[in-house]
């Protein structure tokens, strides 16, 4: 919605309602427009996406974008179930100490595929069950300020 110094409107844009989300804040600009950020549930890889729409001073203008908000990502491991091997990709925002950690079942380490300081991107990490025996895993992403578990099973 835009409105001039007397408060009566001068156009409105609406943007559709999305289950399980929506605007989380709506802050007015400079040139009175509108930035409007919000989420949407189960969408991105941890289960949410981000979004952030511009409503210019033109009324046809919405120019909606997902920004690069950077974001730790520990994703499934592929294949799953695994025989023997397994990828892990993780994601880092930003330089930072990592350790991925496997654990069995009964909570025991099992062994540490990272513990180095990684560069921000994507990481694809091997991880060789070796003489583990068959069963459900868990892998832990630890950093300073994050930590993801999944769990993976490996089937000999």
Do not use: P
């Given at each position: 919605m835009r409105v001039d110094d007397a408060g009566d409107t001068l156009w409105t844009e609406t943007i559709p309602t999305v289950p399980f989300g929506g605007a989380t804040?709506?802050?007015?600009?400079?040139?009175?427009?509108?930035?409007?950020?919000?989420?949407?549930a189960g969408s991105g890889p941890n289960g949410s996406t981000v979004y952030l729409a511009r409503l210019s001073t033109d009324p046809n203008s919405v120019q909606p974008r997902i920004p690069s908000v950077p974001t730790y990502c520990l994703s499934q491991n592929y294949p799953n179930p695994f025989n023997s091997s397994t990828h892990i990709r993780i994601e880092i925002p930003r330089a930072s100490r990592v350790t991925l950690t496997i654990y069995n079942?009964?909570?025991?380490?099992?062994?540490?595929v990272?513990?180095?300081?990684l560069r921000p991107g994507n990481h694809v990490l091997r991880f060789n069950a070796g003489d583990l025996s068959s069963g459900n895993y868990f892998y832990q992403l630890y950093t300073e300020s994050?930590?993801?578990?999944?769990?993976?099973?490996?089937?000999k």
């Open positions: 804040s709506v802050v007015q600009t400079r040139d009175r427009g509108f930035l409007v950020a919000g989420m949407v079942s009964l909570g025991e380490k099992v062994s540490v990272v513990d180095d300081l994050h930590r993801e578990i999944r769990m993976m099973t490996l089937v």
